[in-house]
């Protein structure tokens, strides 16, 4: 009879100890969700308001061909890539097209009277601020993951319920060695 006892402690300590660390693992994976989707919101955002940049310019700069295409094609590349490291990639490729349009609007004096166009370049540097802290974050967020999913005992929980690694989202743009935006 003791060791029947003892057997049914045993077990339910290692049920206790399992279901802390499921816990556990499920709390920081929700974290990771909830700051991928805090970050994609605002990258969604900022690809909306270079989007109407881009659009509010293109009656204005018709003459500028390249610069409208590569700023459209930068656009759909954001806006369907889907890793963190894919979308990593098309944000540093949309940055660079913005920062071009954005060098010719503030050359053209009836785009910068206009204060649509204003309003939308402020949209663009807030976002791009804010992308800065929520990348840090989110980056933060995935090496915690990473590094718990990885180490004894989480490990073996981990496996057992397929608790897989992330991505980081390694944007030049938004994470430099401070973890904001240059």
């Not at 609007?105 to 204060?115: G, I, K």
Request: charged content about 25%.
């Amino acid at each position: 009879m003791p060791i029947v006892i003892v057997a049914a402690v045993i077990v339910v300590l290692l049920l206790g100890v399992d279901l802390f660390v499921y816990r556990g693992l499920h709390g920081v994976r929700r974290a990771v969700i909830e700051a991928w989707t805090a970050l994609e919101q605002t990258l969604t955002h900022r690809a909306d308001a270079i989007s109407a940049l881009h659009d509010s310019a293109t009656a204005y700069i018709p003459h500028e061909d390249q610069l409208v295409q590569s700023v459209a094609a930068a656009l759909q590349t954001a806006r369907t890539a889907g890793t963190p490291p894919r979308r990593a990639k098309a944000e540093e490729e949309l940055s660079s097209a913005a920062k071009a349009l954005t060098a010719l609007v503030t050359t053209h004096p009836d785009l910068q009277a206009n204060d649509s166009v204003a309003s939308t370049m402020f949209d663009i540097a807030k976002a791009d601020r804010e992308l800065g802290e929520l990348s840090q974050r989110y980056n933060e967020m995935v090496d915690a993951y990473n590094s718990r999913i990885e180490t004894p005992p989480w490990s073996a929980i981990a496996r057992a319920f397929k608790f897989t690694a992330r991505e980081r989202f390694d944007a030049s743009d938004y994470n430099d060695e401070n973890g904001a935006q240059p």
